[in-house]
């Protein structure tokens, strides 16, 4: 159970373009869906906290209009990366849990975005 | 403010010993302790977690992890090691009041060798 799944696995685009993640939780619905993005050999680094049907809230240097995210319902959030330039080139994970506080986030397997 | 330490960078182990992940941790009020472990290009998958109750947790795949409050510690060990147990392995914390958001360590890579 508990089953998280991330969209596309990996992303080539030139830069300029736009470019849209999904992350789904399968077999349980989500209340609070997070998102991260890592560097290369570095810990994870929150970007924003997704809470079903409001706003995200974004970490301190995050630009909320550069990544947009939207958490339509209790198994979908997308975050979606606009106008990216090769400085967004970043391995982007996404992971999803419910409304309790002791249970763990579950996470997808990540997205490798490369902006040419 | 919260925060988590993993001390090494990089633990080597030969198969068939144990191993041990150090992790230490920093919050105010009582913490809920997690491992996670990556492997390359991969998410992170939940190994164990800490409540309350007893000290020693076990967890997935053999792993168990002791916490020590005296000591603001959550290290991660298993009795023997296998070479597929190599990846990155991430202690993290999470309060009450912090509800779900969770605050990372910096990773650990075990090597295995075989």
Known sequence: GAVVSQHPSWVICKSG???????????????????????PKQSLMLMATSNEGSKATYEQGVEKD?????HASLTLSTLTVTSAHPEDSSFYICSASVLMGDQPQHFGDGTRLSIL | AQS??????QVNVAEGNPLTVKCTYSVSGNPYLFWYVQYPNRGLQFLLKYITGDNLVKGSYGF??????????????????????????FCAVRTKLG?????????TRLLVSP
């Open chain 1, 17 to 39: 373009t736009s470019v849209k993640i999904e992350c789904r939780s399968l077999d349980f619905q989500a209340t609070t869906m997070f998102w991260y993005r890592q560097f």
């Open chain 1, 66 to 70: 550069k990544f947009l995210i939207n």
């Open chain 2, 4 to 9: 988590v330490a993993q001390p090494e960078d």
């Open chain 2, 64 to 89: 168990e992890a002791e916490f020590n409050k005296s000591q603001t510690s959550f290290h991660l060990k298993k009795p023997s090691a296998l070479v597929s147990d190599s990846a990155l392995y």
């Open chain 2, 99 to 107: 509800f779900q958001k969770l605050v990372f360590g910096t990773g």
